[in-house]
């Protein structure tokens, strides 16, 4: 089991540092065939913080069938643990379980460092991932909604369009695409945007179907932003220039 880790310094206001800090789950933001994210408050006797918790499922209710087409081009450092993954063992699928959380926990902080709009890494410890929680500003202890919730008017459709490409164009930039880049995993608070659940991120050259998985992200956002009133006039307001620009900044 990996050892506690925690996220890049320096640490937001909100991080709490206290090691006598009380942990108390207030309900379940989502769940998933891989995790299920808890609401978390964080708090001592003087301050407190909104945590999401990222609980990975136990061996027995997890499945990791979809990992297979992220997976390709991503180096296994131990011959053991290639076997054991190539032959289906149990032992097999804890590595596979572990190299899904600790994929999760390593590109947060990557994409976070380089700028792009996620949640900050607050701390890895085993099976969980603690995050920064994305408020709905509406409703300080409910959870921004999702992309598909949200009826922009043009304007702001523009903005969170234009958000959107600077972050897919960060993750190109470090050779990256999301890989799963859907209007069900991002975040909209107020007009902040925020990509989540970034386990399956896919090696552009290290994959051979980096660039298949990068044109449906593109083409997956465009629909969605298309007929939720992003004019056309918006920069990169086609899929097929959008993939071109996200190749120009991989290479």
Same mark, same amino acid.
């Not at 978390?40 to 407190?48: D, G, K, P, V």
């Not at 290639?82 to 804890?94: C, E, I, P, Q």
């Not at 926990?105 to 990557?110: A, C, D, H, S």
């Not at 995050?131 to 500003?137: G, L, N, R, S, V």
């Given at each position: 089991?990996? *050892?506690?880790?925690?996220?890049?310094?320096?640490?937001?206001?909100?991080?709490?540092?206290?090691?006598? %800090?009380?942990?108390?789950?207030?309900?379940?933001l *989502?769940?998933?065939?891989?995790?299920?994210?808890?609401?978390?408050?964080?708090?001592?006797?003087?301050?407190?913080?909104?945590?999401?918790?990222k609980?990975?499922?136990?061996?027995?209710?997890?499945?990791?069938?979809?990992?297979?087409?992220?997976?390709?081009?991503?180096?296994?450092?131990r011959?053991?643990?290639?076997? %054991?993954?190539?032959?289906?063992?149990?032992?097999?699928?804890?590595?596979? %379980?572990?190299?899904?959380?600790?994929?999760e926990?390593?590109?947060?902080?990557?994409?976070?460092e380089?700028?792009?709009?996620?949640?900050?890494?607050?701390?890895?410890d085993?099976?969980?991932?603690?995050?920064?929680?994305?408020?709905?500003?509406? *409703?300080?202890?409910?959870?921004?909604?999702?992309?598909?919730?949200?009826?922009?008017?043009?304007?702001l459709?523009?903005?969170?369009?234009?958000?959107?490409?600077?972050?897919?164009?960060?993750?190109?930039?470090?050779?990256?695409?999301?890989?799963?880049?859907?209007?069900?995993?991002v975040?909209?608070?107020?007009?902040?945007?925020?990509?989540?659940?970034?386990?399956?991120?896919?090696?552009?050259?290290?994959?051979?179907?980096?660039?298949?998985?990068?044109?449906r992200?593109?083409?997956?956002?465009?629909?969605?932003?298309?007929?939720?009133?992003?004019?056309?006039?918006?920069?990169?307001?086609?899929?097929?220039?959008?993939?071109?620009?996200?190749?120009?900044?991989a290479w």
């Open positions: 089991m990996e *050892k506690l880790q925690r996220g890049p310094a320096p640490y937001p206001e909100f991080v709490i540092e206290d090691a006598g %800090a009380i942990d108390t789950d207030l309900g379940v *989502k769940t998933g065939k891989e995790a299920d994210v808890f609401l978390l408050e964080r708090a001592t006797s003087t301050e407190s913080a909104l945590l999401a918790a609980r990975f499922r136990d061996l027995q209710h997890r499945s990791f069938r979809r990992a297979a087409i992220y997976n390709e081009g991503r180096a296994v450092k011959s053991r643990d290639a076997r %054991a993954l190539n032959a289906g063992t149990a032992f097999g699928r804890r590595v596979e %379980a572990g190299r899904w959380v600790a994929a926990w390593n590109y947060l902080r990557m994409a976070f380089a700028g792009a709009p996620v949640p900050y890494p607050v701390q890895w085993g099976l969980e991932i603690l995050m920064e929680f994305i408020a709905d500003p509406q *409703k300080p202890r409910a959870a921004a909604p999702r992309l598909h919730q949200v009826r922009p008017e043009p304007e459709a523009a903005y969170l369009w234009e958000q959107l490409v600077d972050a897919m164009r960060t993750l190109a930039s470090l050779g990256f695409a999301h890989g799963d880049l859907s209007p069900c995993n975040l909209v608070a107020g007009e902040r945007l925020v990509v989540i659940d970034l386990p399956q991120l896919v090696d552009l050259a290290g994959n051979p179907r980096g660039i298949e998985l990068l044109a992200d593109c083409h997956n956002i465009h629909t969605w932003f298309a007929s939720h009133g992003l004019p056309e006039s918006a920069p990169l307001a086609d899929p097929d220039e959008l993939l071109a620009d996200l190749v120009g900044y």
